[in-house]
């Protein structure tokens, strides 16, 4: 792959010549189709794990009612890695290029993949083997297999909330500026339509788990395959032959490939400072790690003043985000380009699609709690249908987002 030296601010912001010309357009959309797996798997895995969780509780034998506050980091924690990772390695990848960004993403969520489903296994005897040796203690082994799982996630969530801003930024390098749109909005359909997904198909596979596992154990013991009945984990160990089959073709579908590399050095105080405010915000509006039921706005609003490190959190996120935009204006190569919220056209577009994004997420968390609660009763079966009907009832929500975004795309190149 050869790399063109130019100023590249911005993972979005690409040479304006068309430095690919020489790809014929069979090879280009080869490239799009590659992108668009670990674009889609990664996305899948930042909501499938609301749909398995209370799956993947009962069969690590913990009790739910006792520790849900501990397992919510399986979401805040996949949540907030991806939030920092997405917002720190586009500019990254302009300065090593996109060819080493996009393999290391993808490499780190293969490994993270790979740590969750074996989570039980070496993941749980590594932690289980530092506790005792460094710390002289003698953990519950369930806990600590919950540990894995929340640290394999976190370890996916750095790769895949990465893949997405390198992906944009490598896609847009194929195509001249007025030919970007319909590639770049290939890769947000696919991206918003995983993690759309990821309900419907964390609950549609827990049910058919729940009722074809042992006949599949079965089927496969009859093949000479000693392998345990499929359940949680599986979804996880899916993700890595799919990881690594993308991860080789796009070794050889990078090849010649050129993109822009930018000058001048990382920013990494602005990058320190955006992960903090990041991480406090994040972690701010979790509230309580205690999760209990509020069954009325006075309920809630005591249940709040408990936590009022919340508020301290919230307040050192919004100081450190000043800190940061003041620290930005002042840098030659800044991580982010302030001067782009002059344009009203790109103004209007963040703030429409936080907007967007903020509500959907209020459903997509919402919508299966609310479920689960009117589930039948606390069996691995119920769960499972609650996780499906669920699933079901956001994509009548999400299909049709995910959808808008391809002609969305076509329309902005208006």
Same mark, same amino acid.
């Given at each position: 792959?050869?790399?063109?030296?130019?100023?590249?601010?911005?993972?979005?912001?690409?040479?304006?010549?068309?430095?690919?010309?020489?790809?014929?357009?069979?090879?280009?959309?080869?490239?799009?189709?590659? @992108?668009?797996?670990?674009?889609?798997?990664?996305?899948?895995?930042?909501? #499938?794990?609301?749909?398995?969780?209370?799956?993947?509780?009962?069969?690590?034998?913990?009790?739910?009612?006792?520790?849900?506050?501990?397992?919510?980091?399986?979401?805040?924690?996949?949540?907030?890695?991806?939030?920092?990772?997405?917002?720190?390695?586009?500019?990254?990848?302009?300065? @090593?290029?996109?060819?080493?960004?996009?393999?290391?993403?993808?490499?780190?969520?293969?490994?993270?993949?790979?740590?969750?489903?074996?989570?039980?296994?070496?993941?749980?005897?590594?932690?289980?083997?530092?506790?005792?040796?460094?710390?002289?203690?003698?953990?519950?082994?369930?806990?600590?297999?919950?540990?894995?799982?929340?640290?394999?996630?976190?370890?996916?969530?750095?790769?895949?909330?990465?893949?997405?801003? *390198?992906?944009?930024?490598? *896609?847009?390098?194929?195509?001249?500026?007025?030919?970007?749109?319909? +590639? %770049?909005?290939?890769?947000?359909?696919?991206?918003? !339509?995983?993690?759309?997904?990821?309900?419907?198909?964390?609950? %549609?596979?827990?049910?058919?788990?729940?009722?074809?596992?042992?006949?599949?154990?079965?089927?496969?013991?009859?093949?000479?395959?000693?392998?345990?009945?499929?359940?949680?984990?599986?979804?996880?160990?899916?993700?890595?032959?799919?990881?690594?089959?993308?991860?080789?073709?796009?070794?050889?579908?990078?090849?010649?490939?050129?993109?822009?590399?930018?000058?001048?050095?990382?920013?990494?105080?602005?990058?320190?400072?955006?992960?903090? +405010?990041?991480?406090?915000? %994040? #972690?701010?509006?979790?509230?309580?790690?205690? *999760?209990?039921?509020?069954?009325?706005?006075?309920?809630?609003?005591?249940?709040?003043?408990?936590?009022?490190?919340? !508020?301290?959190?919230?307040?050192?996120?919004?100081?450190?985000?000043?800190?940061?935009?003041?620290?930005?204006?002042?840098?030659?190569?800044?991580?982010?380009?302030?001067?782009?919220?002059?344009?009203?056209?790109?103004?209007? +577009?963040?703030?429409?699609?936080?907007?967007?994004?903020?509500?959907?997420?209020?459903?997509?968390?919402?919508?299966?709690?609310?479920?689960?609660?009117?589930?039948?009763?606390?069996?691995? +079966?119920?769960?499972?249908?609650?996780?499906?009907?669920?699933?079901?009832?956001?994509?009548?929500?999400?299909?049709?987002?995910?959808?808008?975004?391809?002609?969305?795309?076509?329309?902005?190149?208006?």
């Amino acid at each position: 792959m050869t790399n063109v030296l130019i100023e590249a601010p911005s993972a979005l912001q690409t040479a304006e010549q068309p430095i690919n010309a020489h790809l014929t357009e069979r090879r280009r959309w080869l490239i799009i189709a590659l @992108v668009l797996v670990p674009v889609f798997v990664g996305s899948i895995d930042l909501t #499938i794990i609301s749909a398995i969780l209370p799956e993947v509780l009962i069969k690590l034998n913990i009790p739910i009612d006792t520790n849900l506050g501990t397992a919510a980091w399986l979401v805040t924690g996949y949540l907030l890695a991806y939030t920092v990772s997405m917002a720190l390695m586009g500019r990254f990848s302009d300065m @090593v290029g996109r060819r080493g960004a996009f393999l290391v993403c993808l490499a780190l969520f293969i490994v993270g993949s790979w740590w969750v489903a074996t989570a039980h296994l070496f993941p749980t005897a590594l932690l289980n083997d530092i506790a005792r040796r460094y710390l002289g203690q003698r953990p519950d082994l369930n806990q600590l297999t919950l540990l894995a799982v929340i640290i394999g996630r976190v370890i996916q969530a750095l790769g895949a909330g990465a893949v997405v801003p *390198v992906s944009l930024a490598l *896609v847009a390098d194929l195509y001249p500026p007025e030919r970007r749109a319909a +590639a %770049v909005g290939f890769v947000g359909a696919m991206d918003t !339509l995983g993690w759309v997904l990821g309900h419907l198909y964390g609950g %549609v596979m827990v049910g058919f788990f729940q009722q074809q596992g042992e006949a599949i154990r079965l089927w496969l013991a009859g093949l000479g395959l000693a392998l345990p009945a499929p359940d949680w984990r599986t979804l996880f160990w899916i993700n890595v032959p799919l990881g690594i089959l993308a991860f080789v073709l796009m070794i050889f579908a990078l090849r010649g490939v050129q993109h822009p590399i930018s000058k001048g050095r990382f920013d990494l105080i602005g990058a320190l400072l955006i992960a903090a +405010a990041l991480t406090c915000l %994040v #972690i701010g509006l979790g509230g309580n790690t205690e *999760v209990t039921g509020a069954t009325s706005l006075e309920a809630l609003q005591a249940q709040t003043n408990q936590s009022p490190y919340n !508020l301290g959190l919230l307040l050192s996120a919004a100081a450190l985000l000043g800190i940061f935009l003041l620290w930005e204006w002042r840098q030659a190569h800044p991580m982010l380009e302030l001067h782009l919220f002059r344009k009203r056209a790109v103004s209007a +577009a963040m703030l429409t699609n936080l907007l967007i994004g903020f509500l959907l997420m209020l459903g997509l968390v919402s919508v299966p709690l609310l479920i689960n609660l009117r589930a039948e009763n606390a069996s691995a +079966a119920a769960i499972a249908r609650a996780a499906e009907r669920a699933g079901l009832l956001l994509s009548t929500l999400t299909i049709p987002m995910a959808l808008a975004s391809l002609p969305g795309a076509w329309l902005s190149g208006k």
